[in-house]
């Protein structure tokens, strides 16, 4: 990868956590997953082994359902298509932070 790949890359990545700081996505992942670990501590030990499965995929439901179209609908308002469209990253760029952010 070349160094204005690179640099182009972690413009884009600090961007990216800027944009998740202003939506909270950080702060309403720790709502969750302290829901999570109090809905856990009150199952009886013998029990929370067998919960573990279920919570990962209660949680990765919840997160997918209620936070990626809340975060669709939040860009769709702040005009982010618009905003990439003029962008000097390429496509590839812009979905290489994308993905791991």
Do not use: K
Request: with cysteine; charged share 15%; aromatic share 8%.
């Amino acid at each position: 990868m070349t160094a204005p790949a690179v640099r182009r890359l972690v413009a884009l990545g600090r961007l990216e956590w800027r944009l998740e700081l202003r939506a909270q996505i950080p702060a309403v992942a720790a709502v969750v997953c302290v829901m999570w670990t109090v809905a856990v501590a009150v199952v009886p030990a013998s029990a929370a082994g067998r919960l573990g499965t279920g919570v990962l995929l209660l949680d990765t439901a919840t997160f997918g359902g209620f936070f990626v179209p809340a975060l669709f609908l939040g860009e769709r308002a702040d005009g982010a298509l618009a905003a990439l469209l003029v962008s000097p990253l390429r496509f590839g760029s812009t979905s290489a932070c994308a993905w791991p952010c």
